[in-house]
Every structure is written in structure tokens, then in C-alpha cells.
């Protein structure tokens, strides 16, 4: 019983991790949409961020990959398809490789 609630406590926690790095990318694409471009650099894989989401530009290597879920095709990624990089909700400012991948990706809408 008590492995069961220590496991809620962790989704808790990486969920509220999520929902806060959410609510700053979007509070700054409002505030600075075309500076944040201008400006924008590689994430670096070993920002606590990108840690914590296990962040890889090479997705296809990263623990916990699904074949097909690169962030090329995640709701979160707003570059080109064809791009080699491009910006992410969760990482403002910053540049994700298009075949990277995340624990967060999120099937983009048709």
C-alpha cells in the first residue's frame, strides 16, 4: 500500500514539474514571442529540465523511446517538419532537434 502512494507522489511531482514549465513557456511566448526566436539556442541536454524529462536530440536512443515519437511529430513542437531543429512549449527559448524525443510527447493533432 504504501509503495502505491509513493508512486502517486512521484506522478504528482513530475506532473506538477510539466504543468509549471507549461505555464512559463507560455506566459514568455506572449511576453517575448519575437525576441525568444531571435535568441534562441540548443537545449542543452544536461539542463536540470531536460534531465528530468530524459531530453535526447537523438531520440531514437533515448531510455523510454517509442519507435515513431520524435518531437517532429509531438503537439509541443512548433518548427518545421523538415527542419533540423525548432522551438518547444516546454523548453522556451530554446531549440529541440526535430528527431529528438522527451517523456513528455504528446501526439500532434491532425
Wanted: proline residues 5%.
Amino acid at each position: 500500500m504504501n509503495g502505491s502512494r509513493d508512486r502517486s507522489d512521484s506522478d504528482r511531482r513530475q506532473f506538477l514539474k510539466l504543468a509549471g514549465g507549461l505555464a512559463v513557456a507560455s506566459l514568455a511566448s506572449v511576453v517575448l514571442p519575437g525576441r525568444a526566436a531571435a535568441q534562441a539556442q540548443s537545449v542543452d541536454p544536461k539542463d536540470p529540465l531536460a534531465v528530468s524529462l530524459g531530453y535526447a536530440c537523438d531520440g531514437a536512443k533515448a531510455p523510454g523511446y517509442v519507435e515513431g515519437q520524435f518531437c517532429k511529430g509531438c503537439q509541443l513542437y512548433s518548427g518545421a517538419a523538415d527542419a533540423k531543429n525548432g522551438p518547444c512549449a516546454l523548453f522556451q527559448g530554446k531549440l529541440v532537434c526535430s528527431e529528438g524525443w522527451c517523456k513528455s510527447w504528446v501526439k500532434r493533432s491532425a
